[in-house]
């Protein structure tokens, strides 16, 4: 029996983990392996999916589509023989990789092909993106024109897509279908089905074209990590500072931290200069936390400047 494969793929802080959660949560993901590849040495997004109770495989410290690639031809080689009771396979790609570097493995590999098929490639899109911000990063031209299916995440009412971006994603890519909604309006069912391998590939020299010949990822990750707790507030300030005076190159900021004034771990989120401090989380953490930045050309100096300021902070249980 093959599987249907279903690649999540989007630039970093897209929605791609509350896409799949939302699923999750409501029934449409089930019975199912995720595969998760986070640009770190610390998946937080893994450890998010895994909560949920489903079967989650990690794959760290390196992107999916280079250095990590050998590691999840050895995971569907796994599931295949470790899980013949799941029904489906979901890989969320980091922010940074290309679906169309996967594409091949599902046809050339003689166990993956005999076992999977692409059912779908999925490029989530922030609606509050720019144009600008988009057309700079490399790989977000791959993510769109291997899509089968582009949904442009509405991150609340304020945020509708602008008619430019909406344009510019569609002289990318045409012929995907187009979602534009807020997450938790997803359907599975919405899901274009019948993906088309052969025209994806197609596409590769209009991708070319438009890349202006950007091939490498150029890419940094930076993790701070701190024990004992902090108090929020601080923590808020330190990090919005530290923006101001030196995050104009981060692309992408998340971690956990033990929360001082509830005892409980509360998630961080950042893409660019914008910081939520998420609910909660229903994870089993422990007392401690840490801060995965990704970004391009970001100061070391600015990093451990960072590190000291959180280090200064945090409350420290004897």
């Not at 990789?97 to 779908?120: H, K, R, W």
């Amino acid at each position: 029996m093959t599987r249907p494969v279903f690649i999540v793929s989007g630039f970093l802080g897209a929605g791609k983990t509350s896409l799949i959660l939302s699923l999750i949560r409501r029934g449409s993901i089930r019975d199912a392996v995720l595969i998760v590849n986070d640009f770190g040495d610390i998946s937080l997004d893994a450890q998010l999916i895994a909560s949920s109770g489903e079967t989650v495989v990690e794959l760290e410290s390196g992107c999916i589509c280079c250095s990590a690639k050998d590691d999840l031809i050895k995971s569907l080689h796994d599931i295949a023989q470790s899980h013949p009771e799941k029904k489906s396979v979901w890989i969320e790609t980091s922010g940074i990789s290309s679906p169309g570097d996967l594409l091949p493995l599902f046809t050339s590999n003689p166990v993956i092909a005999s076992n999977f098929f692409v059912e779908q490639v999925i490029t989530v899109v922030d609606s509050r993106t720019s144009v600008e911000d988009l057309s700079r990063a490399g790989t977000v031209f791959e993510q769109l024109a291997f899509a089968s299916t582009i949904f442009v995440n509405i991150f609340d009412d304020y945020c509708e897509p602008s008619s430019k971006l909406l344009e510019w994603l569609r002289s990318v890519n045409s012929a995907a279908n187009y979602l534009i909604a807020p997450i938790d309006d997803i359907e599975l069912s919405q899901l274009k089905s019948g993906f088309d391998y052969r025209f994806s590939l197609e596409r590769t020299d209009h991708l070319v074209a438009m890349n202006n010949g950007i091939k490498e990822h150029g890419f940094q990750t930076f993790t701070i990590r701190w024990e004992g707790s902090i108090i929020i507030s601080d923590l808020s300030t330190i990090l919005d500072d530290w923006l101001m005076s030196d995050g104009k190159n981060l692309l992408r900021m998340k971690g956990v931290a033990f929360c001082e004034e509830s005892n409980l771990s509360i998630i961080i989120q950042g893409v660019r200069r914008q910081i939520i401090f998420d609910e909660p989380s229903n994870m089993d953490w422990s007392e401690g936390g840490f801060l995965v930045l990704i970004g391009s050309e970001i100061d070391q100096e600015s990093i451990e400047r960072l590190e000291t300021l959180i280090h200064d902070s945090q409350v420290l249980k004897i």
